[in-house]
Nanobody, 116 residues
Framework: QVLLVESGGGLVQPGGSLRLSCEAT????????MRWFRQAPGKEREWVAS???????YYGESVKGRFTIARDNAKNTVYLQMNSLKPEDTAIYYC??????????WGQGTQVTVST
């Protein structure tokens, strides 16, 4: 059974930083691309960043230069380091993977609120 568990969300002031984590079980983690998405109230889910098995990373335009995705294969964990946070980054952040063996898996989400 594939399970993704996010953590690290919270309330932060504009300009601050947070690091999200997503621990995966039930997959051969080192072989899988991992993704972060987010969904703000009243908006569609938005792709944020991806990292593939060779550690190549890709970013959405709205976060490029501020967010960094990274992975630790020894811990089966993907991270999202978020710097220079803005109020418009407020959303529920989800971890996602689509394993080569099939399926489309999502975590439960972690709330990030950027506010004074």
């Amino acid at each position: 059974q594939v399970l993704l568990v996010e953590s690290g969300g919270g309330l932060v002031q504009p300009g601050g930083s947070l690091r999200l984590s997503c621990e995966a079980t039930g997959i051969i983690f080192s072989r899988q691309a991992m993704r972060w998405f987010r969904q703000a109230p009243g908006k569609e889910r938005e792709w944020v960043a991806s990292i593939i098995s060779d550690n190549t990373a890709y970013y959405g335009e709205s976060v490029k230069g501020r967010f960094t995705i990274a992975r630790d294969n020894a811990k089966n964990t993907v991270y999202l380091q978020m710097n220079s946070l803005k109020p418009e980054d407020t959303a529920i952040y989800y971890c996602n993977t689509v394993p080569n063996t099939g399926g489309d898996y999502w975590g439960q989400g972690t709330q990030v609120t950027v506010s004074t």
